[in-house]
């Protein structure tokens, strides 16, 4: 079991920067990742990356986004670059004690475990 704590989040006008951080605790996963959900709409996969440190991007967000992780700090951040209105979400840290969602599509019904989210708001 792990426990997820989300920060950062925040509001900021379209083109704007946030980064999120995740605190984690209790076992460790080799895959974490992020994804979010606005209102009325599914979970989507945002981010990912494994214990080697390779990542993968949902289309929507390459290229803007960067993933990364502090081992030693149990944490993980979402760096979010160029934000647009269309990323308004909470946005959540996961674990997937599986593995899989690191790989391939994201899909975040692989996610074993979430923290309590971190809103993010973008105004155009």
């Known amino acids: 079991q792990v426990d997820l704590v989300e920060s950062g989040g925040g509001s900021v006008h379209s083109g704007g920067s946030l980064r999120l951080s995740c605190a984690a605790s209790?076992?460790?996963?080799?895959?974490m990742g992020w994804f979010r959900q606005a209102p009325g709409k599914e979970r989507e996969g945002v981010a990912a990356i494994d214990n080697d440190g390779r990542t993968n991007y949902a289309d929507s967000v390459k290229g803007r986004f960067t993933i990364s992780k502090d081992n030693a700090e149990n944490s993980l951040y979402l760096q979010m670059n160029s934000l647009k209105p269309e990323d308004n979400a909470v946005y959540y840290c996961?674990?997937?004690?599986?593995?899989?969602?690191?790989?391939?599509?994201?899909?975040?019904?692989?996610?074993?475990?979430w923290g309590q989210g971190t809103q993010v708001t973008v105004s155009s």
């Open positions: 209790g076992d460790s996963s080799n895959c």
């Open positions: 996961a674990a997937d004690f599986g593995g899989r969602y690191c790989y391939g599509p994201l899909n975040a019904r692989l996610l074993n475990y």
